[in-house]
C-alpha cells in the first residue's frame, strides 16, 4: 500500500519567514495531494490540493511543487503568521484501489512574532 | 450548506456502556467517512462508505459498528470499548469515494473511554 512520509515533524521560524514542509510517497500510482492544516481542538481543514497533472500550484502565501519522478511533493508557505501556527498533514491518495488517502505524520509548525 | 457536523462534541462512556456518534452532510456528497485521530497523529482511515454502501473496512474491531441510514447521515456504534479506544473521531465527506475528491471534515468527536 502507500506510505507517506513527512519532513520536519517540527518547524519553528519567525514571522514573515517561509516554512517549507516536504513529503515523499511510495506509490507511482498516487496521483492527488492535498494539504490539510489542523489547529489545536479543531478539525483537519485543506488548504491547497494538487493533482499529477500539474507540477505547482499557488494561492496567495500558499505554493504546492510535485515531483512525479522523484515522488516527493513540498509545501510552501511565505510571509508567515502567527495564525499560520498548526499542524499541517500532506496526504496521498490513488484514483483507484482500497485507500482513500494516506496522511504523512504531520508538521507542527510554530510561527514566532 | 458546506459543513459535515458531528454530535455529541464530547463523550465520555464506561467500557460496559453502548452509545452513538452521528454525522450529517448537506452538499450532496455520495461518500463519508469515519476516522480515528490519537493525539500528534494524522487521522487513521476506519471506514468508507460510498452510495450508502460500506465498501471500506480497514480491519476495525467489531466493537464500531458503522451505519449509513442514508445519504446525509452517517453513524458509528460503540459498544464494549476500551481506554485505548479514546480518541477523536472524524467524520468526512466527499463528492464520491476512491477519487481525486476534496475530503471535508466534520469538527470530531471527542471520546473518553473510562
Known amino acids: 500500500g502507500e506510505n507517506v512520509e513527512q519532513h520536519p515533524s517540527t518547524l519553528s521560524v519567525q514571522e514573515g519567514d517561509s516554512a517549507v514542509i516536504k513529503c515523499t510517497y511510495s506509490?507511482?500510482?498516487?496521483?492527488?495531494f492535498p494539504w490539510y492544516k489542523q489547529e489545536l481542538g479543531k478539525r483537519p481543514q485543506l488548504i491547497i490540493d494538487i493533482r499529477s497533472n500539474v507540477g505547482e500550484k499557488k494561492d496567495q502565501r500558499i505554493a504546492v511543487t510535485l515531483n512525479k519522478t522523484a515522488k516527493h511533493f513540498s509545501l510552501h508557505i511565505t510571509e508567515t503568521q502567527p495564525e499560520d501556527s498548526a499542524v499541517y498533514f500532506c496526504a496521498a491518495s490513488i484514483n483507484t484501489g482500497r485507500r482513500a488517502l494516506t496522511f504523512g505524520s504531520g508538521t507542527r509548525l510554530q510561527v514566532q512574532p | 450548506d458546506t459543513e459535515v457536523t458531528q454530535t455529541p462534541k464530547h463523550l465520555v462512556m464506561g467500557m460496559t456502556n453502548k452509545k452513538s456518534l452521528k454525522c450529517e452532510q448537506h452538499m450532496g456528497h455520495r461518500a463519508m467517512y469515519w476516522y480515528k485521530q490519537k493525539a500528534k497523529k494524522p487521522p487513521e482511515l476506519m471506514f468508507v462508505?460510498?452510495?450508502?454502501?460500506?465498501?471500506i473496512n480497514e480491519s476495525v474491531p467489531s466493537r464500531f459498528s458503522p451505519e449509513c441510514p442514508n445519504s446525509s447521515l452517517l453513524n458509528l456504534h460503540l459498544h464494549a470499548l476500551q481506554p485505548e479506544d479514546s480518541a477523536l473521531y472524524l467524520c468526512?465527506?466527499?463528492?464520491?469515494?476512491?477519487?481525486?475528491?476534496?475530503?471535508?471534515f466534520g469538527p470530531g468527536t471527542r471520546l473518553l473511554v473510562l
Open positions: 462508505y460510498s452510495y450508502e454502501k460500506l465498501s
Open positions: 468526512a465527506s466527499s463528492q464520491r469515494a476512491l477519487t481525486q475528491e476534496t475530503q471535508y
Open positions: 506509490d507511482s500510482a498516487s496521483n492527488y
